[in-house]
Every structure is written in structure tokens, then in C-alpha cells.
């Protein structure tokens, strides 16, 4: 997946590190049922250590595009900052994931400036 935002910073699953994925899936039902109600989270790091995350779920699921009948799979993109990672590692019981993302640096400031601008 790759996702470009307004600013024109590309997030590309392809070329991060994928750090940590959640998931969850009905717990009763038939195959049909329990794949349509099926989620993912994927925590990913670019090489220039930004954060995202990729939301993937069934036509059931907390992710699906739409309501009802009409409702699809869907997939979706998420821009994230180191704490909202941390939290999301907590709350995913992912402790050791945690830690790691304590040891990852902020982004600069000027450097996220210029990416965006063009110059400094």
C-alpha cells in the first residue's frame, strides 16, 4: 500500500519496517461470518522513521467501508506520532514492541519542514 499525503510525504508498506500487528476475529459464526468480521492493525516505520499504521478489515469488521449491504472490505491509512504509537503498543499488549519505540528518536523538526517545503 502506498499512501501519499497533501503534503506530498509518501508512506510506503513496501519499503518500511512492518514493527507489530493486532488483529481480531469473531469468535462464532460460520467461516463466511468469521472472515467478514476479521481485523488487522500493521504498525509500520519508514526509513526516515515516521510511524503509520494499515487498518485492514472484513465487510463486518470495525474497518469495512460503508454500512449494511452496501458495506465492503475496507483499508485505511493512518499517520501516527511516536505517543500514539506507545499507546497503541499498550493497548495491543505489545510490550516489547513498547520498548523498542521508546528507543526510536523523534522526527526533527527542520527535517520535516524541509521535506515538506522543498527548503529549509
Sequence with gaps: MVHVTPERIVYDTKKAQRLGKNGGT??????????????????????????????????????????????K????????NKAEALQWSLDAGKKNLFAKLLTIEDEPLADLAKERTGHA
Design 26 to 71: 469473531a469468535q462464532a459464526g460460520s467461516d463466511a461470518q468469521v472472515k467478514h468480521r476479521s481485523w488487522t492493525e500493521t504498525l509500520y516505520i519508514t526509513p526516515r522513521g515516521r510511524l503509520f499504521m494499515v487498518r485492514d478489515g472484513g465487510r463486518r469488521s470495525r474497518y469495512r467501508k460503508g454500512d449494511g449491504d452496501d458495506a
Design 73 to 80: 472490505p475496507g483499508r485505511y491509512f493512518k499517520a501516527l
